[in-house]
């Protein structure tokens, strides 16, 4: 991702891992809503949710980024807090949900302003796209499609 052009990203935060996804990739943010378990489904995936009558899988952020599980906060429904972002995958021809703490910032950055990495501590490096700044703070650019492909073809 290092080159002169501009990167629109939308950061989020998954446990304490700020990540970010490119913003062309994002189709909405919603409210995190209970989804619909199915049944024999990998624990990665949280369920199916009607988003006006589509039926789009929901994906666990914590667990596809193996980080430690939310706490759980009193009160809360069966979705939980926190908001879930639709991605396209799969060159657009799918949408998934996936699960998120917080929407954090949508912001432009300058290829340039971004570095490839391959080893980062607390994540799996196949899924960095790149590495990031923003107020001081660290984030990681996800490979959305090689975090979420594989989760549709289980």
Not at 79 to 92: N, Q, R
């Amino acid at each position: 991702m290092s080159d002169a052009r501009v990167v629109r990203l939308l950061v989020f935060r998954v446990g304490q891992l700020v990540c970010a996804a490119e913003a062309d990739r994002v189709r909405e943010i919603l409210p995190r809503l209970a989804p619909t378990r199915i049944p024999g489904a990998p624990p990665v995936v949280a369920g199916l949710m009607n988003v006006r009558g589509t039926l789009v899988t929901v994906v666990e952020g914590w667990r596809a980024l193996r980080q430690p599980p939310p706490p759980a906060e009193a009160g809360e429904g069966a979705g939980g807090s926190g908001t879930t972002v639709l991605l396209e995958v799969d060159g657009g021809k799918k949408v998934l949900g996936f699960t998120v703490d917080e929407v954090v910032d949508l912001l432009s950055v300058g290829g340039e302003a971004l570095e490839r990495r391959q080893a980062l501590p607390g994540i799996d490096p196949t899924l960095v796209r790149a590495v990031g700044r923003r107020a001081g703070q660290l984030f990681v650019v996800l490979d959305t499609d090689a975090l979420l492909t594989p989760i549709l073809s289980s």
